[in-house]
């Protein structure tokens, strides 16, 4: 059973800073792609940043430049370090990890439970 673990969320005002942290813990052979999506109310959820094994990023428009995504494959763990926040990044943030399960299976997309960040005054 593959986990993933959350934490960091919380209430900010706009121009502040939120650090996101997402742990895999479990049976599993290698992680891939980790990643970071947000859903804010009434709206779908979308890609805010992702990270590969070899450390090639990937961010949507709207973060670049005030958001950076890391890892430590050591530690089976993705940060999401978000400055200069705005109202509008005001969602739930949820982890996301493309988990390889066993030598020669398949990858498995699997998620966090979900953090809310708040950006407000």
């Known amino acids: 059973q593959v986990q993933l673990v959350e934490s960091g969320g919380g209430l900010v005002q706009p121009g502040g800073s939120l650090r996101l942290s997402c742990a895999v813990s479990?049976?599993?052979?290698?992680?891939?792609?980790m990643g970071w999506y947000r859903q804010a109310p009434g709206k779908q959820r979308e890609l805010v940043a992702a990270?590969?094994?070899?450390?090639?990023?990937n961010y949507a428009d709207s973060v670049k430049g005030r958001f950076t995504i890391s890892r430590d494959n050591a530690k089976y763990t993705v940060y999401l370090q978000m400055n200069s926040l705005k109202p509008e990044d005001t969602a739930v943030y949820y982890c996301?990890?493309?988990?390889?399960?066993?030598w020669g299976t398949g990858i498995t997309p699997y998620w966090g439970q979900g953090t809310q960040g708040t950006v407000s005054s």
């Open positions: 996301n990890a493309d988990v390889r399960v066993g």
């Open positions: 479990g049976n599993f052979f290698s992680i891939n792609v």
């Open positions: 990270i590969t094994r070899d450390h090639n990023t």
